[in-house]
């Protein structure tokens, strides 16, 4: 068998196994590695590396050396789902640098880390001044999760007793010019309505590289032609002013009639009305 050829066999067959072992050892290997995937990765590497290239060395003895590197870690993987202790002897624990909005010196000695080097992931956590966190640990992946004291936390819309209104996923209706007729169905739609959608802000299909409806019906664009502007969706805000309308034109009733049972009426549904469009503030602002 020609050099080159046997190359190529081992190399392929040397990739198709590491690709399902890596398969098998789970996502932890392409994400954050600890120190002993660290390791795993690098030599199962060069083990495929020295496989594909010495073609003066038997196969076979790659690949069981492969195997052995692939069965230690994935045995060990099953045994710290199980033990706690073997978890943290293999994969490590979290360490406490910050702790009550104070550096602990001593932890960040045993994790060498300098304080350049925190300030460093303290900025990666878009945190600039320390004074600001209240705890911080170091993951066994090397990240640094961050705490920040209350008051320097944002403010969320459950603070401010904001009721918010749960998004539903855009769906894709345009790719590349072309009509994604499952997505349109999913929204109850058809290419006659998109169609009529696009001619009102002058487009057709063709035109687009992306095009997005909401769960609002709101078509999104993204053009081939960067320099074409195209209007923004003005669906949301047209229902929210309408809807601000009626309930004007309700209080305006009820001021304007004489006759009691009408005043209270119309009274009484502009302040449903009201209710109403607080609770869909939220979501007809957004987007």
């Not at 392409?30 to 002993?36: A, D, H, N, P, W």
């Not at 945190?127 to 920040?148: I, K, P, Q, R, W």
């Not at 309408?242 to 001021?255: G, H, I, P, R, V």
């Amino acid at each position: 068998m020609p050099m080159w050829l046997s190359i190529v066999i081992r190399s392929l067959t040397a990739l198709t196994v590491l690709f399902i072992m890596t398969r098998l050892l789970g996502k932890k290997q392409i994400s954050q590695l600890s120190f002993f995937e660290y390791v795993l990765g690098i030599t199962l590497g060069e083990l495929a590396g020295f496989i594909s290239t010495d073609v003066e060395a038997h196969f076979i003895h790659g690949f069981i050396a492969m195997l052995v590197w692939f069965s230690v870690p994935f045995g060990a993987e099953l045994l710290t789902m199980k033990s706690t202790l073997l978890r943290h002897w293999f994969e490590g624990k979290g360490r406490v640098i910050i702790k009550g909005g104070k550096v602990l010196e001593d932890n960040l000695k045993k994790e060498r880390l300098t304080a350049d080097e925190l300030l460093e992931q303290l900025r990666g956590k878009n945190v600039f001044n320390m004074a600001d966190v209240e705890f911080a640990v170091l993951e066994t992946n090397g990240e640094l999760s961050v705490l920040l004291k209350p008051d320097k936390q944002p403010l969320t819309p459950s603070q401010l007793g904001v009721k918010m209104i749960r998004e539903e996923e855009p769906q894709t209706v345009i790719i590349d010019g072309n009509y994604m007729d499952e997505p349109l169905a999913t929204l109850g739609l058809s290419r006659g309505w998109l169609n009529t959608e696009l001619e009102k802000i002058g487009l057709t299909v063709e035109n687009v590289f992306i095009g997005q409806v909401d769960a609002y019906q709101q078509l999104y664009v993204d053009v081939y032609d960067d320099k074409l502007q195209v209007p923004a969706p003005q669906s949301k805000a047209l229902l929210l002013a309408n809807l601000k309308k009626l309930q004007a034109d309700l209080e305006l009733f009820a001021l304007a009639t004489k006759d009691r049972a009408a005043k209270q009426m119309y009274g009484r549904n502009a302040e449903q009305l009201e209710r109403l469009i607080a609770q869909l503030k939220p979501a007809l602002q957004s987007g």
